[in-house]
Nanobody, 116 residues
Framework: QVQLVESGGGLVQPGGSLRLSCAAS????????MGWYRQAPGKQRELVAT????????NYADSVKGRFTISRDNAKNTVYLQMNSLKPEDTAVYYC?????????WGQGTQVTVSS
């Protein structure tokens, strides 16, 4: 079972940027599709972005298209989420997800707060 550790969250002003990282424990990371999800207080967890194992297929939620970029470095067992033009409504706990053959793993989450 792959283990995931997120980092890079914090407090940022509206319009600012953050880069989240998710490091995976397994050397078979390259076989996993990866994703970022978020959960705001009182709301359900929602998909932010996903990337296939090879990186050739990427999907974004409409709310983040043009502002967020997901990428992965299979040599470093790490997936990234570059977040630009942040808005207060992006405030949430962001979770990293790994999926392979119907099996899922989640990280512990990292808090992102967008506020002036």
């Amino acid at each position: 079972q792959v283990q995931l550790v997120e980092s890079g969250g914090g407090l940022v002003q509206p319009g600012g940027s953050l880069r989240l990282s998710c490091a995976a424990s397994a050397n078979i990371f390259r076989f996993y599709a990866m994703g970022w999800y978020r959960q705001a207080p009182g709301k359900q967890r929602e998909l932010v972005a996903t990337i296939s194992s090879s990186g050739s297929r990427i999907n974004y939620a409409d709310s983040v298209k043009g502002r967020f970029t997901i990428s992965r470095d299979n040599a470093k067992n790490t997936v990234y989420l570059q977040m630009n033009s942040l808005k207060p409504e992006d405030t949430a706990v962001y979770y990293c997800n790994a999926e392979r053959l119907g099996s899922f793993a989640w990280g512990q989450g990292t808090q992102v707060t967008v506020s002036s």
